[in-house]
């Protein structure tokens, strides 16, 4: 059994989230933010209030994250097929994203935060692609942790990318049928620089994966809480971190020698 970074912690360092000892975190963790829509309906609000809620979760996690010494945190903001809902709706988050990369550059630069984007990003409104890219470039060099926002992403869209690459590649002479196996096949993926996440959280009690890296979830740890993502705060993540350190991963092999 992994021994607890909390274990020899005061209930006050365990708030805090300023772990003693590093033994056994996940290097990277995914969260699926779910129930935003949910939330704000529990409250008789509407779905935008659970969206602008949600940001403040995002920032209490990312600092969390920060103070744990996590170096992966990568965020399913929009997805592909959130394109579908409601202009409004998505207007709003377009409004949401854009303010966050206005407002949250200096917190990140402040906390030595990589900021990176994973999806479609052409297909956002052209001024949130300068944001993100100039939010990328001013934090290229910081070494602490690579926090990646998903957004208009989707995992078949990121493997269909992929085999696109790799059949280019295959018809220009570059690459030969046989020379692909799964590391070829990782390096074409927009996660390429990555890690596969050790531990994915999922909020709001679905229990799928919501086209959400499905190849780089292969061996992941899955945590789905029932909380609503706006109410998912420090101390939820800690907990959920907490019940990542009593878990046995065995990558398919077994503990019994006999
Ligand atoms: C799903 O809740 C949540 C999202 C669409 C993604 C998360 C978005 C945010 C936290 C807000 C803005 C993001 C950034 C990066 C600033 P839902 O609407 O699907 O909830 P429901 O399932 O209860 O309807």
């Not at 479609?120 to 001024?127: F, M, Q, S, V, Y």
């Not at 220009?172 to 070829?184: C, K, Q, R």
């Not at 990542?244 to 019994?256: H, L, S």
């Amino acid at each position: 059994m992994i021994k607890s970074i909390f274990k020899d912690m005061t209930q006050s360092n365990f708030e805090s989230g300023v772990s003693e000892s590093k033994e056994g975190l996940p290097a990277h963790i995914a969260i699926i933010m779910d129930g935003n829509g949910r939330w704000a309906e529990s409250k008789s609000l509407k779905r935008i209030q659970g969206h602008q809620a949600g940001v403040e979760s995002i920032r209490e996690v990312v600092t969390a994250s920060c103070d744990l010494g996590i170096q992966y945190l990568t965020l399913y903001a929009f997805s592909t097929e959130n394109w579908q809902r409601p202009k409004l709706e998505i207007d709003v988050l377009m409004h949401l994203l854009s303010d966050y990369l206005d407002k949250e550059l200096k917190t990140l630069t402040k906390n030595n935060v990589r900021f990176q984007v994973i999806g479609r990003i052409h297909t956002l409104p052209k001024e949130i692609q300068k944001k993100i890219a100039f939010n990328v470039k001013e934090t290229e060099n910081n070494t602490g942790l690579t926090l990646t926002l998903a957004l208009s992403y989707s995992s078949r869209c990121e493997i269909v990318d992929a085999m696109k690459d790799l059949a280019l590649k295959v018809k220009d002479g570059i690459l030969s049928p046989e020379d692909i196996n799964e590391e070829v096949i990782q390096q074409h993926l927009y996660t390429k620089d990555m890690p596969d996440p050790d531990f994915l959280i999922r909020t709001s009690g679905e229990m799928r994966v919501s086209n959400f890296l499905l190849w780089q979830l292969s061996y992941t740890e899955i945590f789905v809480t029932d909380v609503f993502w706006p109410d998912f705060r420090k101390q939820n993540f800690l907990n959920a971190i907490q019940s990542f350190q009593k878990r046995e991963r065995r990558f398919g092999r077994t503990n019994f020698s006999n």
